[in-house]
């Protein structure tokens, strides 16, 4: 009988509908694209785009604060106020923490003189030009002697001569400039002073103060003196300095990929630490997610278990009857049996109380 039910279960069971298939066929993409190992590429993705955006800000702002601190201002100008009375005039001006130490600087000073009889013909007069470190305690000309400049120099300096006639039609050219008060009967003159004066390192070391002084055999008219300092790139400043853009676009690469590579291998080293699932965990868990995500999946795997423990019934079923005879021929014969087959009957008439029941 039991042969019987076996046969009518299978002849009953159809397989999962059209329906059935159809849905199973349209949920397949989606179960792949939100399963757990979908969920963790995607989570790894979006971890990757937010490091790299932020690694690529930080580079950035690293470039800037590079190139702010290893490019020195390019120009620094100061004007000096001179002071007239006993002696040439003088001035005194100051700085602060503009300069850079081992750079190059071309230093130069610029004079606006009127075109006056007198200073036409004053002829040639010096530009001194003493630059103090951070030591110095006093730039007055009363302790010149104590003091330990920097740097110094002197260079002659003149107006640009013109004879009368070209004088004359020069004015004459530019009287309307002159009334309307766009141009002025001067002249601006720039004296270069030092080229290529490079600072020691050490704070101690970089200009704080400078004196400069008119000397002339005459009585000079000035209208304004100032002190310029520009600085001569060379190397790699030249290159930062010079082509702005592409030393951005490569320095910040090549911090961003170091960047990269360490934190790869940080994610890497930490990734190797964490324990994993085992392989067979893995694929527990996905079955267990099919069947869960799919209607008709479980109603199969579970009529797949039955039948099979139903294919697998009859066989234990012939066994256990033939031991049962077997057991039943020796008591007919021998009488009572030993303990230890009697253990073994009641074992066996169990199995099959058990089997009946799952049968029903």
């Known amino acids: 009988m039991a042969d019987s039910e076996y046969t009518d279960d299978e002849t009953e069971y159809e397989g999962p509908s059209s329906q059935t298939v159809v849905l199973d066929a349209l949920w397949t993409p989606f179960r792949v694209m939100f399963s757990k190992t979908a969920l963790r590429i995607y989570l790894n993705i979006l971890l990757f785009i937010g490091a790299t955006i932020f690694l690529v800000g930080i580079a950035g702002i690293a470039y800037m604060v590079f190139y702010f601190t290893f490019i020195p201002t390019v120009g620094v100008d100061r004007e000096v106020h001179l002071q007239f009375g006993d002696g040439h005039p003088w001035g005194l001006t100051s700085f602060d923490s503009e300069f850079v130490s081992s750079q190059p600087y071309d230093i130069a000073v610029a004079l606006d003189l009127p075109r006056t009889p007198s200073n036409l013909d004053a002829g040639n007069f010096m530009v001194d030009l003493t630059i103090y470190s951070r030591q110095t305690s006093s730039v007055l000309p009363t302790s010149g002697g104590s003091l330990t400049p920097i740097s110094q120099s002197r260079r002659s300096a003149i107006l640009t001569y013109s004879s009368p006639l070209v004088d004359v039609a020069r004015r004459m050219a530019r009287l309307p400039l ?5 141009r002025r009967e001067a002249e601006s003159l720039e004296v270069p002073m030092m080229d290529k004066l490079e600072f020691a390192r050490g704070a101690q070391n970089l200009p704080q103060s400078l004196r400069l002084e008119i000397q002339s055999d005459t009585k000079l008219q000035i209208y304004s003196a100032r002190v310029e300092f520009r600085a001569r790139f060379t190397g790699l400043r030249w290159f930062m300095y010079r082509w702005k853009l592409t030393s951005f676009i490569v320095f910040s690469s090549l911090f961003w990929t170091v ?9 890497f080293v930490l990734s190797s630490l964490k324990p994993e699932a085992t392989s067979t965990d893995e694929i527990k868990d996905e079955e267990q997610d099919i069947i869960k995500d799919e209607p008709g999946a479980r109603e199969s795997a579970l009529f797949s278990e039955s039948y099979q423990i139903k294919k ?9 009857s033939s031991l049962l005879q077997s057991y039943k021929a020796e008591s007919d014969e021998g009488g009572m049996g030993s303990g230890l087959e009697s253990s073994e009957a009641q074992g066996i008439q169990k199995r099959r109380s058990h089997l009946t029941e799952y049968d029903s």
């Open 178 to 182: 002159y009334v309307l008060g766009w």
């Open 312 to 320: 697998e019934e009859p066989e234990e079923h012939a066994s256990s």
């Open 259 to 267: 960047s990269m590579s360490t934190a790869s291998l940080i994610w």
